[in-house]
């Protein structure tokens, strides 16, 4: 494992194709231990790294955020979402995704740029 985290495991941020694999980017872990560490309390990965072979990156035309090793899916609602999302903001956190309705409700973070070929700065929803 090249990266270290405060907070955060290889457990909670490998792919969950089953390849065990989670080549994340320092500068991305660090600002999660940020995140985190504004909220005080812990946070839940539902999705960290994943490899072109997960399912979900597997059905792109193109690898999404999460390929890259500077996304991830924090497992958070209500109140605790906002405070996720103002903490990001504070940190310059250049996209955001927020997924609060129904069940499995997450903010996505990540870090990409445009030379990641994703589009930059960006907020949508789900």
């Not at 504004?38 to 999460?66: D, Q, V, W």
Request: hydrophobic share 35%.
């Amino acid at each position: 494992m090249s990266w270290q985290s405060k907070y955060f495991s290889f457990d909670e941020m490998k792919c969950k194709c089953g390849c065990d694999q989670a080549p994340m980017d320092q500068e991305f872990m660090d600002l999660l231990d940020n995140i985190r560490e504004s909220l005080g309390k812990p946070l839940i990965i539902s999705s960290g790294y994943r490899c072109p072979n997960h399912p979900i990156e597997a059905n792109k035309t193109k690898a999404g955020a999460h390929a890259t090793g500077k996304a991830a899916d924090l497992s958070v609602a209500g109140v605790d979402a906002q405070r996720v999302l103002l903490a990001a903001m504070l940190l310059d956190v250049n996209r955001l995704g927020v997924q609060q309705k129904g069940t499995g409700r997450f903010i996505h973070v990540d870090t990409c740029t445009e030379e990641d070929g994703l589009p930059s700065p960006a907020i949508w929803s789900y």
